[in-house]
Nanobody, 126 residues
Framework: EVPLVEAGGGLAQPGGSLRLSCQAS????????MCWVCQAPGKVLEWVPG????????TYPDSVKGRFTISRGNAENTVSLQMNNLKTEDTAVYYC???????????????????WGQGTQVTVSS
C-alpha cells in the first residue's frame, strides 16, 4: 500500500465546493504534519494548508483562509480538505504531503516533505 492516497478531485464551477481526502498508511499517523500542496499549470508548487496530527493545529495561507478547511477525516488515518467558494485560480493538481515527526505547521519547502501522494486534479471552470 502506498503511503499517501488522495481522492475527491474533479470539476466544480466558480463558487462551488469540493472535498478532498488523503489516507496515510505504513507509519504512525500521530507523528505527521499533513499538508495539501498544489501545482497549477505553468506554476511552481504552492503550499495550501497544513495540520499537525498530534494536536490538530492548523495553518492556512492567506489565499485560502476562510474558504478552505483542513481537518481529520471520518476514516482512520485520513485528512480532509473542504474547499468552498472555489475560484478559477484554484485549478491545480492537489497533492497530499507529509512531514514525519510532527514539526510545527508552516509553509514547508518542497524538499522538506517526506512523503507525497499521487495528486488529484481539481478544475474550477464555468
Amino acid at each position: 500500500e502506498v503511503p499517501l492516497v488522495e481522492a475527491g478531485g474533479g470539476l466544480a464551477q466558480p463558487g462551488g465546493s469540493l472535498r478532498l481526502s488523503c489516507q496515510a498508511s505504513g507509519f504512525p499517523f500521530s507523528s505527521l504534519t499533513m499538508c495539501w500542496v498544489c501545482q497549477a499549470p505553468g506554476k511552481v508548487l504552492e503550499w495550501v494548508p497544513g495540520i499537525s496530527m498530534g494536536d490538530d493545529t492548523t495553518t492556512y495561507p492567506d489565499s485560502v483562509k476562510g474558504r478552505f478547511t483542513i481537518s481529520r477525516g471520518n476514516a482512520e488515518n485520513t485528512v480532509s480538505l473542504q474547499m468552498n467558494n472555489l475560484k478559477t485560480e484554484d485549478t491545480a493538481v492537489y497533492y497530499c504531503a507529509a512531514v514525519v515527526y510532527g514539526p510545527p505547521v508552516k509553509a514547508f519547502r518542497q524538499n522538506e516533505y517526506d512523503y507525497w501522494g499521487q495528486g488529484t486534479q481539481v478544475t474550477v471552470s464555468s
